[in-house]
Structure formats: structure tokens, C-alpha cells
């Protein structure tokens, strides 16, 4: 009965600092960052619940990585994405996105955090040759997306959205293709505005803007 009594103490024990680790992590104040642009600044918080991306991000930016980057590939009604850090100082039609800083970051799904417009995710090789969708160190895109009517949603993935979800991509809009595929880690709060600007530029035919869009991320203490 002892020996019962001290393995039934040990595990609340341990269930006990579970709770409290996943609370303490959960009510952690979110980083706050903004990332300038000729276009404007958009201001932004970072995920807890992606930890392994955001302090990868906070380390970047605290380092300067991003500073003079480009906005290398935009897509209307789609996305904006930067972070290669061949961008800096690139040639003008050179193709760019395959740079980083010779590492990735494991997958940190969540299904509470979606591509809705704003959002904040990581870019990646595809699944041929990244089955495990490891995200790429340092290219990121912002999420400009379209609306979406819950009938479109129930259509593309039965289930998959509670009515939260679905309102959200009824009236900001957003990308619900993406969502299970690649790593939200955080999202523009202010500044939607610029992600519009910036996805409307005249670009070439790999979907890099014809006049530099450069970047400076900057991390809010």
C-alpha cells in the first residue's frame, strides 16, 4: 500500500508540473515585433505556441539578418514573402528564394492557428524532398489571401473549421489551402493595409517585384 501510495503521489506530481508548464507557457506575453517597409510598417505579435519559430525569429532579427532583405515574391490575393538573404543586394531580375542560413526548424503544427489574412507563416521545400515540412531558417511569407465562404470551406475540408474559423475567413479572409502544410508562428496586428499595398506592385515573371521592396524587423522590447 505504500509503495501504491508513492508511485500515485509521483505521478500527480508529475501531472501537477505538466499543468503548470503548459499554463506558464500559454500565458507567456507574446514578442512583439514590426517590420518596416517604404509602403509602411506593419506591426506584429509572435506566437508562444510555436516556440522553436519564434525565438529563431527573435534571434534573426536581433542579429540584423533581415535588415535590407527583399519582399522577393509577391502574389496578389495570395501572399508577400521575404527572408532570403541572397535578396540583399540582388541584381535586378536575379530568381531568388532558395537562400537561408543553412538550417531548418522542425514543424510546429497547430490547428487553432490559420492562414488567415496577417497571418504569419514559414516558407519550405516542397514534400518530395522535405516529407516532415521542416520550415525553412529564414523565409517567411504574410498571408494577403481572399474571403472565403463557409460553404467553400465545408467543401475544401469537411470538419476541419469550428465557426470561429470560418467567420474569421468569411470576413478578413485568408488562405485555408495552406493550413496543416506549413508553420504559422505569428501575425501582423497592425498594418494590414501595407500587405495590400505590397502584393499590388508590378512584378516580373517570377513574381518579384519590378522596384525593391526592402525590410527592416525590428523586435519591440
Same mark, same amino acid.
Given at each position: 500500500?505504500?509503495?501504491?501510495?508513492?508511485?500515485?503521489?509521483?505521478?500527480?506530481?508529475?501531472?501537477?508540473?505538466?499543468?503548470? =508548464?503548459?499554463?506558464?507557457?500559454?500565458?507567456?506575453?507574446?514578442?512583439?515585433?514590426?517590420?518596416?517597409?517604404?509602403?509602411?510598417?506593419?506591426?506584429?505579435?509572435?506566437?508562444?505556441?510555436?516556440?522553436?519559430?519564434?525565438?529563431?525569429?527573435?534571434?534573426? =532579427?536581433?542579429?540584423?539578418?533581415?535588415?535590407?532583405?527583399?519582399?522577393?515574391?509577391?502574389?496578389?490575393?495570395?501572399?508577400?514573402?521575404?527572408?532570403?538573404?541572397?535578396?540583399?543586394?540582388?541584381?535586378?531580375?536575379?530568381?531568388?528564394?532558395?537562400?537561408?542560413?543553412?538550417?531548418?526548424?522542425?514543424?510546429?503544427?497547430?490547428?487553432?492557428?490559420?492562414?488567415?489574412?496577417?497571418?504569419?507563416?514559414?516558407?519550405?521545400?516542397?514534400?518530395?524532398?522535405?516529407?516532415?515540412?521542416?520550415?525553412?531558417?529564414?523565409?517567411?511569407?504574410i498571408v494577403q489571401g481572399r474571403k472565403f465562404s463557409a460553404g467553400q470551406m465545408e467543401q475544401m475540408a469537411p470538419g476541419k473549421y469550428n465557426a470561429d474559423q470560418k467567420k474569421i475567413y468569411e470576413t478578413l479572409g485568408?488562405?485555408?489551402?495552406?493550413?496543416?502544410?506549413?508553420?504559422?508562428?505569428?501575425?501582423?496586428?497592425?498594418?494590414?493595409?501595407?500587405?495590400?499595398?505590397?502584393?499590388?506592385?508590378?512584378?516580373?515573371?517570377?513574381?518579384?517585384?519590378?522596384?525593391?521592396?526592402?525590410?527592416?524587423?525590428?523586435?519591440?522590447?
Open positions: 500500500m505504500k509503495k501504491t501510495g508513492l508511485i500515485i503521489l509521483i505521478f500527480l506530481s508529475v501531472l501537477q508540473f505538466s499543468t503548470m =508548464a503548459q499554463t506558464s507557457n500559454t500565458s507567456q506575453k507574446q514578442v512583439k515585433f514590426v517590420i518596416h517597409t517604404e509602403y509602411g510598417d506593419m506591426k506584429g505579435v509572435l506566437y508562444n505556441e510555436t516556440p522553436k519559430h519564434r525565438d529563431n525569429f527573435v534571434k534573426l =532579427a536581433k542579429s540584423g539578418f533581415f535588415d535590407g532583405l527583399l519582399f522577393h515574391r509577391v502574389i496578389q490575393n495570395f501572399m508577400i514573402q521575404g527572408g532570403d538573404p541572397d535578396s540583399r543586394n540582388a541584381k535586378p531580375g536575379q530568381r531568388l528564394g532558395s537562400g537561408g542560413p543553412n538550417y531548418t526548424i522542425d514543424a510546429e503544427f497547430n490547428p487553432s492557428l490559420i492562414h488567415k489574412k496577417g497571418a504569419m507563416a514559414a516558407a519550405r521545400t516542397p514534400d518530395q524532398m522535405n516529407p516532415k515540412k521542416a520550415s525553412s531558417g529564414s523565409q517567411f511569407y485568408g488562405y485555408p489551402p495552406l493550413d496543416g502544410a506549413y508553420t504559422v508562428f505569428g501575425e501582423i496586428t497592425e498594418g494590414l493595409d501595407v500587405i495590400d499595398k505590397i502584393a499590388a506592385v508590378q512584378k516580373d515573371a517570377s513574381d518579384r517585384p519590378l522596384k525593391d521592396v526592402k525590410m527592416m524587423v525590428k523586435i519591440i522590447e
